[in-house]
């Protein structure tokens, strides 16, 4: 295990005064920010080029997503599932809420997404590559895959895009493995990304907070079994409707296919 230390919590680790005084201290200084910045951005640009360059790769994740209610109290949904990938044009996804249980499959032409609860399954015609998929999923139908962001060709130019503040947190351990702990700004969200140490530099672990949105709720997903190359098992990226499921309309996919609960709605911003 690597001897990096957190430069961060050096010193009064005893009370959290101490914590605090040296987080103050370590963020400001004009010489060492500067460094920090500079080596979070290689850091994060390490782990971008390692999962462009992995063709196949697969992992499992657990996520949770926090909601705001009228009257203020959050709540946290957990989630879990699984991610495989096969570029250029080619996933299998799989997102169990208690409440839905979703498989979505791409095989570079038919985009479908299955309800196993509901039995119920809808297709699009969605071709290209998967980078193109995650856009549209995003944007037109507003179903992100699972740690798109990290699904992409170019992670770095995504996660980048209209930083304002970087932060080199030193080391932290997830799930057993000792990481890299890296924080960023945007002009109106911020995220956290723990990086595995060593020469696979996978994300461990990913955490958004919006700060639009009253009592700024977040969004984590944290990552675990690892696959690439000949690891991974890539089985089928074609929809076999084993279950005799029933074809619903497009325009039904938000209503019978919903990653809330019924009971849940969507509010607005603060």
Known sequence: MSKRVPRLTRGALNCMAGVLL????GVGGTTVASADE???KQLLKAMSDYMAAQKNLSF????TFEVVTKDDQKLALLSSGTVTLSRPDKIKATHSGGFADIETLFDGKTLTLFGKTANLYVQVDVPGTVDNLVDELRDKYHRPLPAADFLLSNVYD?????VVDIKDLGSGVVGGVECDFLAFRKKEVDFQIWIAQGERPYPCRYTITSRRVANVPQYSIQFRDWKVGNE???GDFSFKNATSANKIEL???REKLSDLPAHF?????K
Do not use: H, I
């Open 60 to 63: 499992g994740y657990d996520a």
């Open 158 to 162: 995504e996660l980048m895009l209209d």
């Open 232 to 234: 991974v098992a890539l």
């Open 265 to 269: 709605a969507m509010g607005g911003e």
């Open 22 to 25: 040296a987080m103050t201290v």
């Open 38 to 40: 500079a080596s979070a």
């Open 251 to 253: 325009k039904d996919l």
